[in-house]
């Protein structure tokens, strides 16, 4: 069992692993973070959660559609950083 997953892990380089364990803690701090910070802004603004999850979802929405534009831009105009 432990050699296919030492077979998987040496067919990708060392970046490929540090880019997904960063992208592992960011993922994880985000979804620990966003429940308290709902809670936050309900409390502060005396607002519902429908439009604290209104504005989370327009915030991700815009946030992933200008990210993959802005990186798939920027992807095309200078290539892959990591060779």
Do not use: C, E
Not at 7 to 33: E, N, P, Q, T
Not at 49 to 77: E, P
């Amino acid at each position: 069992m432990f050699t296919k997953w030492k077979k998987i892990y040496h067919k990708f380089s060392r970046h490929f692993w540090v880019l997904m364990f960063a992208s592992f803690i960011d993922m994880l701090g985000g979804s620990l973070i966003f429940p308290f910070f709902s809670l936050f802004i309900t409390q502060k603004f005396n607002v519902g959660m429908t439009q604290v999850g209104t504005m989370f979802l327009v915030w991700s929405l815009t946030s992933s559609l200008l990210g993959n534009t802005l990186g798939g831009a920027l992807a095309d105009k200078f290539g892959r950083g990591l060779t």
